[in-house]
DNA sequence: TGCCAGGCCCTCTTTAGGGCCTT
């Protein structure tokens, strides 16, 4: 595994069968997309066949078919893959939460771990975008004002790799609003994690500090 | 058979309940 590099940081997105890998739910498609320097270098994306087949409302909500993950390769063919594209990165996801849940369950599947640090951009975004009518990531993305035209994927909201984008750019736009409204750049990733967790009301003053 | 998540966060709170987010 590489070493950690502090500046690198993965933003993921699983598309799953359900809610809770503990229920049986599989994770179905993973996209990502590499932040480097603060532009986005490198992607991944792929369907993966969980073995099971998938209820008509994850069809429905996602795009995504039994038919089209009959031919995907499987789970764990993809996840030992994608294990390689994230080592020695940081790793940030939209309500991080669901996805560790997916990824933990799916990494444990082919005997890999991610012993590295995940931050959220939805805890992130409470605390940042306080004033947004509500902190889902097509809300955040038109609030923030950011540019829905994919340069990576010919996907839509509710695809991976997309959504990995769209959180990508929601990122780079929270620390850009920290940048502007407190002169302060270059944020480490530890920071916005520990903002993350901090009280709404303590926000301003846990930044100038 | 029938059930079905879980962490965060607010408040009419802490001996609790319910909405927000993710698929």
């Known amino acids: ?31 990502a997309v590499l932040i480097e320097g603060g532009e986005i270098t490198d992607s991944f994306q792929s369907l993966m066949n969980p073995g099971i087949r998938i209820s008509a409302f994850i069809e429905d909500y996602t795009g995504i078919s039994n038919a089209m993950l009959s ?11 994608f294990n390689d594209f994230i080592a020695g990165h940081n790793l940030v996801a939209h ?38 009518p509500n902190h889902k990531l097509g809300t955040l993305v038109q609030y923030a004002n950011l540019d829905t035209v994919s340069s990576i994927s010919s996907g839509s909201f509710h695809r991976a790799l997309y959504d990995s984008e769209m959180t990508a750019k929601l990122w780079l ?13 270059d944020l480490p990733f530890s920071f916005i994690q520990q903002l993350s967790k901090v009280p709404k009301k303590s926000v301003h003053k846990f930044i100038k500090d």
């Open 1 to 31: 595994m590489n070493a950690k590099r502090a500046d690198t940081i993965v933003v993921l997105d699983f598309e799953t069968s359900g809610l809770s890998p503990d229920m049986g739910e599989r994770a179905i498609e993973i996209g």
């Open 71 to 81: 031919k995907a390769a499987p789970c764990e063919e993809v996840m030992k893959r």
């Open 95 to 132: 309500n991080a939460s669901f996805d560790k849940r997916f990824l933990d369950a799916e990494l444990s599947r082919v005997s890999c771990s991610y012993p590295g640090d995940f931050a959220c951009s939805l805890l992130a975004s409470r605390r940042i975008f306080q004033d947004a």
């Open 173 to 185: 736009a929270m620390l850009e609003d920290i940048g502007e409204r407190y002169g302060i750049y």
